[in-house]
């Protein structure tokens, strides 16, 4: 849980107890999560900087020192999920090495798993984390990214 903000305190840090035993991401990699989440559930144009800093757990200036506008947040989302879609297609070759057909096969199984995933969170219901775990979990790949 975050503290609220006033003189003195600051937004970055998390309160001290046993449920915040993991270390909390740095604000960038907490901006871009929550930020994909956002635009993923609602869409880049309904959701604003100022709702992205706050799920993200801190506030517009620490958005906008790491992003210049959100049109840069929005391309370092893009960046994220094209990285992402290139583990998939690496695990995927590293699965059926020399065997394009099956590769594409497996593809398809998880772009599948990824709608049934969907369907299972409720229309546009969950994360795209939520989604990507259980295709990984269908899939038997731990990790996609």
Not at 34 to 41: S, V, W
Not at 82 to 107: F, T, V, Y
Request: net charge negative; proline share 6%; aromatic share 6%.
């Amino acid at each position: 849980m975050t503290p609220a903000a006033g003189p003195g305190t600051s937004t970055e840090t998390a309160e001290a107890g046993p449920e915040n035993l993991a270390p909390r991401p740095p604000p960038r990699e907490r901006i871009v999560k929550a930020a994909r989440d956002l635009f993923y559930t609602r869409g880049v144009r309904a959701v604003g900087v100022e709702e992205i800093a706050e799920a993200a757990g801190t506030n517009k200036m620490t958005l906008y020192r790491h992003f210049a506008s959100k049109d840069e947040l929005v391309a370092e989302c893009l960046r994220v999920f094209a990285r992402q879609a290139d583990g998939l297609w690496d695990a995927l070759a590293a699965a059926h090495p020399d065997d394009p057909r099956a590769e594409l096969s497996a593809w398809l199984e998880a772009m599948t798993a990824r709608i049934i995933a969907a369907d299972a969170l409720g229309a546009h219901a969950g994360t795209f984390e939520q989604q990507e775990q259980l295709v990984g979990e269908e899939l038997g790949l731990v990790e996609l990214r």
